[in-house]
């Protein structure tokens, strides 16, 4: 396994939550996280650029997530602040070997490498 990602749980509304994606032994040059929900199609929330720490979000969560990396721990976070009950998802860390534009970290098909994913609930 290459991307291992934890820390979802129940949350109450308002509420934080920090999730992380470590990288087995290797960086990559492009992280992202995406999330499904229930009956939904997965969609991108945030994306960073190893090398020079460029990232992207969408607009659902500008504001009130932060996504990060820790270069000595070879691991991608997310901060997610203000929960909203519609952030209720799975959420998924992946991760390829290139480093892709900005305007391109939304798109799933580029990422080759992805984590279990972990189940984020936010209660109203």
């Known amino acids: 396994v290459q991307l291992q990602a934890s820390g979802g749980g129940l949350v109450q509304a308002g509420g934080s939550l920090r999730l992380s994606c470590a990288a087995s032994?290797?960086?990559?040059?492009?992280y992202g996280w995406f999330r499904q929900a229930p009956g939904k199609e997965r969609e991108f929330v945030s994306g960073?650029?190893?090398?020079?720490?460029?990232?992207k979000y969408a607009e659902s969560v500008k504001g009130r997530f932060t996504i990060s990396r820790d270069k000595t721990k070879t691991t991608v976070f997310l901060q997610m602040n203000s929960l909203k009950p519609e952030d209720t998802a799975v959420y998924y860390c992946?991760?390829?070997?290139?480093?892709?534009?900005?305007?391109?970290?939304?798109?799933?098909?580029?990422?080759?490498?992805w984590g279990q994913g972990t189940l984020v609930t936010v209660s109203s």
């Open positions: 992946a991760a390829d070997s290139r480093t892709w534009i900005v305007g391109s970290m939304g798109r799933q098909d580029l990422y080759a490498d």
């Open positions: 032994g290797r960086t990559f040059g492009t």
């Open positions: 960073i650029r190893w090398s020079d720490g460029h990232l």
